[in-house]
């Protein structure tokens, strides 16, 4: 079981916490021309990579902030966490 | 019966406490402190179980975790408890036990004919053996290979036992209470660290316990017993017994079972039975030991061939003799050892070493005792079927190759020390990078990936001066880092007697034209020749030579096995070993019963059960529950001997004829408070939402970005820049999470907050065309009119002296109200609608006639919004805004969302107007066409109308708008159902809508 550390909180379980997905992932602004390719590729592809990945979880049952993770996906080492509007 | 092979005096157990148990049927006695095990061998008993594949005679092979054979059936206070292990398994008053893997009995098993076919099960047999015919597998084979298989048979009934989790967090967690557990737990201890010191056995001290060694002026024992006593009177030290730490996992999270009760006659009240810890340490310190190895030699699992630090362990534990005509096989020292306690008690052991010229320190000991030692001699077989009663040993040549002046010597047990293999399962587990060390011939940890620290025998140290050195250092090292203080405490002295270097050899050759089974791994029955065979097809890898002979395979993990099993694929493929690696070890590194890891989330413990305030109410008035979620609700309210389908008709039938009341506390509500409050909901409902009226409700409906529906509801504006949002039951807590990632990571400049109010209030909803009497009444004050409360309307009100929200929302299609109060205030507010509602023929509903209500409606709900729908689907194409965007939108215009024969909701009556169809059925064209039949859709949900009194579904089908009016066929191949059936409009009552208007 992971160890994350809340920005808000501090270090608590994974158990507390429910994962969201790539960080990265921009959503397109609203009212704007957006390609069908674009909106395939935000909707549905995601990379799957080896090693960092910057990642979004949810600390649904503690402060409920959605915070990012850059996380090692091969041996699940956090290197950081950020608040939602934090960058890395 | 009298112990014939317990000693007079010695060993820890008490023996002024006789304890008497039963084993297959039989009485016996032994003394508390005993295991199963020991109290067995005292008796004589060596014939325990039958073996995996060849139903061979088994015995005793270990003394505690690394025993592979002595697996038995138990009952403890009338509860069957299956594949115990009998090395570990304490002695207690009534115990009862039985062998497993034998019919009729252990004596005479007829499964032991597989012994005389074992030609027809080499490795692999399974694969060659059961392929054709292909039938068969289904019919023949697999039956009979899953009555074969298996050891303990598990109990079907409920386990009354109690079990239990706790979450603890250490600075150190030390796994192992032999020499260098206590060091390093004591040195941490002085310097303020949290320790945790978990020991598996019931004793502490491990190998201290057995060893003859000095540490300062005291035994072993004694300076064990010393440092157990002060670390337990140090409140910064837990420290438990009869503890396993069976798994590593990320982020030093360990899991420990502790076996609380397994060792008394019954679980006392309020104890658990077992308790699982889950613990995070900051340091991890692995001292798990060490276990001996076996040699390999001809029926090396004939009962008692035996370990010989087992076979010291009875001896030095329990005072029992293993045999009274003992035959030591060695190569290396420890042989020598468990000698010269045999000596010592008055039995006079042989001694075969492999070594050409055995000589160091203790080795002239055993020559000063006049013990009888054979350099250059090995244990070619064993002789005897239920008991070892001689056996074959040879002279060996220098190469190791051949033997010469074979000869039959009488003896009762062979203790056989193939020298040492490190535990390392908890730091591979944890992502240790093990590497082999040559010297010592086996596996030692290396690279740490988390923070772990291996010491003593599991890190390959093997002298005691070394290991308490190493071990107090490392203690205090780690300690001093995590709490900044430091009580250095000094290293006794250590008096113990060197070892001289172990042979390399461990494996008997064949003598010529002998073909004895050579047991590798004596749980599974994999013997040297099927790992030669697995070669000789052509297996290489280590893991695929593993599971094509199930080597190492089996409950104990390959603990005695796998390192002997590596030696043979490196000889035969002359490789080294670490070239041909060694197989992952994974959790759990011994069994855990499955009670442990459930806990106490069993039956209604499992998940929160969630009870609306007016719960009591309708459990006094005959309700009769269903699971919504997590939430209980009233499925319909019984009345004298009323089925569920008169019930729900009758209460539906009410609604639409008089008014009935139903408990909706357990829809999601959300609170959304800011000035940007209207931009939100406008963004994530597909409808507008930016011109809404305060004092006004409105339904809409959300997407997820990929145009399916999430959810639906009303929202309601209270004030300026205050809404009170509803969801359905299911979604609640999805359609908040959704609501807060927008917030706060999409749309963060968006001034809004959203917070759960579902359990602040409680709901009534009150529908059927009485309702605004009823209404009028409740709140006499209040003009709620259709002019003064229209359709969608809001107002706050005053029920006798509690505050009232009044929704004018409905579900069911009639004329209705939500009424809402605060929580406390529930059971008030229900009570005084039932007494008032009286008047106007009141009944309560429950969740069978709402679906029934809404059904008939066509008001899609979770069956229809089942996230694979999308808004047109559910003929909610007239909510989708042109002018705006919102979450989802662009999605809508996906081909496949735009075809013009997309699936739509539509409805379906029976031609006869009475069968009812199953919901799930298929909706088919020509109900005798060839399979797969093409289907159109499905039926998302059934009732029957109590408007017109004939069945009615939903169905979602292809191109659903044009298919009104058609003949077609509902399927329940499950049901074996074919119900001829006409397309109808999905909104079947009323379909103007202007009940809910009136």
């Given at each position: ?21 790539d960080?990265t992932v921009?959503?397109?602004e609203l009212?704007?021309?957006v ?8 909707v ?9 990945h ?25 290197f ?7 960058e890395? | 019966m009298?112990?014939k092979?317990?000693?007079d005096k ?9 304890i008497?148990?039963k ?6 006695f032994?003394y ?8 067995l ?29 002595a ?17 570990e398994?304490?002695?207690f008053e009534?115990?009862?036990?039985k ?9 005479f ?7 005389f ?12 053996t059961?392929m ?5 597998w ?7 290979i ?7 048979a ?29 060091a390093?737990a ?9 320790v ?7 004793r ?21 017993e ?25 982020h030093?999270m360990?899991?420990?079972?502790e076996?609380i ?27 798990s ?5 076996p ?7 004939t ?38 306690e ?42 005897g ?28 047990c062979?203790?056989v ?5 490190p ?13 082999f ?7 030692i940890p ?9 010491l ?23 300690s ?7 009580n ?18 461990w ?18 029955d ?40 590596l ?16 197989t ?15 806990g ?10 969630r009870?609306?305030p ?7 008035n ?5 699971d ?9 309210y019984?009345?004298?001997?009323e ?8 209460e ?34 597909t409808?507008a ?14 997407l997820?970005e ?8 009303t ?6 820049n205050?809404?009170?949002m509803?969801t359905?039951t ?5 359609v908040?999470?959704?609501l ?10 968006l ?6 109010s579902t ?13 605004r009497?009823?209404?009028?009444k ?29 929704f ?14 605060e929580s ?29 209500l ?19 689907d559910n003929?909610?194409?007239?909510l989708?805004?042109?002018k705006k965007d919102?979450?989802?939108k ?9 075809a ?15 069968t ?22 499905h ?15 939903l169905?979602?089908?292809k191109?659903?708008?044009?298919m ?5 066929f509902?399927?329940?191949p499950l ?7 006409e ?16």
């Amino acid at each position: 079981m992971l160890h994350i550390k809340c920005p808000h909180c501090g270090l608590r379980s994974q158990n507390e916490f429910s994962y969201g997905g790539d960080a990265t992932v921009k959503r397109p602004e609203l009212n704007k021309e957006v390609s069908d390719k674009d909106w395939d590729n935000f909707v549905y592809l995601r990379k799957s990579p080896v090693g960092k990945h910057l990642e979004l979880w949810q600390h649904i049952s503690g402060c409920r902030q959605w915070i990012k993770v850059e996380r090692d996906t091969l041996t699940h080492e956090i290197f950081k966490t950020l608040k939602a509007n934090e960058e890395v | 019966m009298s112990e014939k092979f317990r000693l007079d005096k010695g060993g820890l157990i008490n023996r002024n406490k006789k304890i008497s148990f039963k084993f297959n049927g039989k009485k016996y006695f032994g003394y508390e402190g005993d295991t199963l095990a020991s109290a067995l061998i005292a008796n004589g008993v060596h014939l325990v179980g039958r073996s995996f594949k060849y139903h061979r005679p088994r015995g005793f092979f270990g003394a505690g975790v690394d025993e592979p054979y002595a697996i038995v059936q138990m009952t403890r206070n009338n509860e069957v408890d299956p594949n115990v292990r009998a090395t570990e398994q304490e002695l207690f008053e009534g115990l009862e036990a039985k062998s497993v893997n034998c019919w009729p009995n252990v004596d005479f098993d007829i499964g032991a004919i597989n012994n005389f076919l074992g030609k027809f099960f080499p490795a692999g047999f399974y694969y060659k053996t059961f392929m054709w015919p292909k039938s068969f597998w289904y019919k023949v084979y697999e039956p009979i290979i899953r009555k074969a298989a298996g050891f303990g048979a598990a109990s079907i009934k409920h386990d009354k036992e109690k079990y239990e989790h706790k979450y603890e967090y250490c600075d150190l967690l030390i796994t192992g209470s032999g020499p260098s557990g206590l060091a390093s737990a004591y040195a941490a201890a002085q310097n303020g660290a949290k320790v945790i010191l978990a020991e598996d056995k019931s004793r502490f001290g491990g190998s201290l316990l057995t060893s003859e060694v000095t540490i300062g002026n005291q035994s072993g024992q004694e300076w064990a017993e010393k440092i157990i006593s002060e670390l337990k009177s140090m409140p910064n030290v837990v420290i438990k017994n009869r503890s396993q730490v069976f798994g590593y996992y990320d982020h030093n999270m360990l899991v420990m079972s502790e076996r609380i009760s397994d060792h008394l006659p019954k679980t006392e009240k309020y104890i658990p039975k077992q308790r699982l810890w889950y613990i995070r340490a900051k340091e991890v310190i692995i001292s798990s030991g060490s276990i001996e190895r076996p040699l390999v030699f001809g029926n090396n699992d004939t009962p008692g061939v035996m370990l010989s630090s087992a076979a010291k362990e009875y001896l030095k534990i329990y005072g029992v003799l293993v045999g009274k005509k003992p035959l030591v096989f060695t190569n290396n020292d420890s042989g020598y050892e468990t000698a010269i306690e045999f000596k010592k008690n008055g039995i006079d052991p042989i001694v075969l070493d492999t070594r050409k010229d055995p000589n160091s320190e203790i080795i002239k000991e055993a020559k000063d005792l006049n013990i009888n030692i054979k350099p250059s001699h090995v244990v070619v077989a064993a002789k005897g079927y239920k008991k070892v009663n001689s056996a074959d040993i040879g002279k060996i040549s220098d190469d190791k190759k051949n033997i010469s002046n074979i000869e039959n010597i009488k003896c009762d047990c062979i203790c056989v020390s193939g020298f040492w293999t490190p535990t390392i399962h908890l730091a591979s587990q944890s992502g240790n990078k093990t590497k082999f060390n040559e010297e010592i011939d086996a596996f030692i940890p290396s690279k740490s990936k988390q923070k772990e620290t291996t010491l003593g025998s599991a890190n390959g140290i093997f002298t005691l001066e070394e290991t308490l050195k190493t071990s107090f250092k490392k203690g205090n090292e780690l300690s001093k880092q995590i709490t900044n203080k430091e009580n250095k405490v000094s290293i006794p002295s250590v008096v113990e007697k060197k070892y001289s270097n172990h042979d390399k050899f461990w494996c008997v050759p064949l003598p010529e034209g002998k073909n004895y089974k050579r047991f590798l791994d004596f749980q599974n029955d994999v013997a040297v020749s099927d790992i030669q065979l697995a070669l000789r097809e052509g297996y290489r890898s280590i893991e695929h030579v593993k599971r094509y002979t199930t080597l190492g395979m089996a409950t104990d993990q390959g603990r005695t096995s796998n390192l002997n099993g590596l030696q043979l694929v490196s000889d035969i493929e002359n490789k080294v070993v670490p070239q041909v690696g060694h197989t992952t070890f994974r959790p759990p590194y011994s069994p855990v019963s499955i009670g442990a890891i459930v806990g106490r989330e069993i039956g209604k413990h499992s998940k929160p059960t969630r009870k609306s305030p007016m719960h009591y109410w309708h459990k006094k008035n005959n309700a009769v529950f269903v699971d919504a979620g997590v939430w209980l609700r009233p499925r319909y309210y019984k009345q004298g001997n009323e089925n569920l389908f008169e019930a729900s008709k009758r209460e539906a039938r009410n609604v639409r004829q008089n008014v009935g009341v139903c408990d909706v506390t357990t829809l999601g509500k959300i609170d959304i408070k800011g000035p940007d409050a209207a931009e939100l909901l406008n963004r994530v409902y597909t409808n507008a939402w930016l011109k809404l009226p305060v004092g006004k409700a409105r339904y809409g409906v959300m997407l997820r970005e990929d145009g399916i529906v999430m959810d639906d509801g009303t929202t309601t504006r209270i004030s300026e820049n205050h809404y009170h949002m509803t969801t359905t039951t299911a979604q609640a807590a999805n359609v908040l999470s959704h609501l807060e990632y927008y917030l706060q990571l999409v749309w963060p400049e968006l001034n809004v907050n959203v917070v759960s109010s579902t359990e602040q209030w409680a709901g009534a909803a009150i529908a059927g065309p009485k309702s605004r009497d009823v209404l009028q009444k409740l709140f006499p004050d209040l003009d709620v009119s259709n002019e003064g409360l229209p359709f969608m309307g809001y107002m706050e009100g005053n029920l006798f002296g509690v505050n009232a929200k009044i929704f004018r929302i409905s579900f069911s299609g009639e004329l209705a109200y939500e009424i809402n109060v605060e929580s406390d205030n529930g059971n008030f507010m229900w009570e005084k609608i039932m007494d008032i509602g009286k008047d106007f023929n009141i009944q309560p509903y429950g969740t069978e006639a709402l679906s029934t209500l809404r059904i008939e409606m066509g008001h899609v709900a979770g069956s229809e919004l089942d996230g694979r729908t999308i808004p047109y689907d559910n003929s909610l194409e007239g909510l989708i805004s042109k002018k705006k965007d919102f979450i989802g939108k662009r999605s809508l215009s996906k081909l496949a969302y735009v075809a013009p024969d997309r699936q739509k909701v539509v409805g379906v009556v029976p031609l006869d107007k009475k069968t009812s169809i199953p919901e799930g059925s298929y909706i088919v064209k020509d109900a005798k066409a060839k399979l797969p039949n093409p289907k159109l859709g499905h039926v998302s949900a059934s009732c029957w109308s109590v408007e017109y009194d004939n069945p009615f579904s939903l169905a979602i089908i292809k191109d659903g708008k044009n298919m009104i009016g058609q003949k077609l066929f509902a399927l329940s191949p499950l049901k074996n159902k074919t119900i001829p059936v006409e397309i109808v409009s999905s909104h079947y009552v009323d379909p103007k809508g202007e009940r809910v208007r009136s």
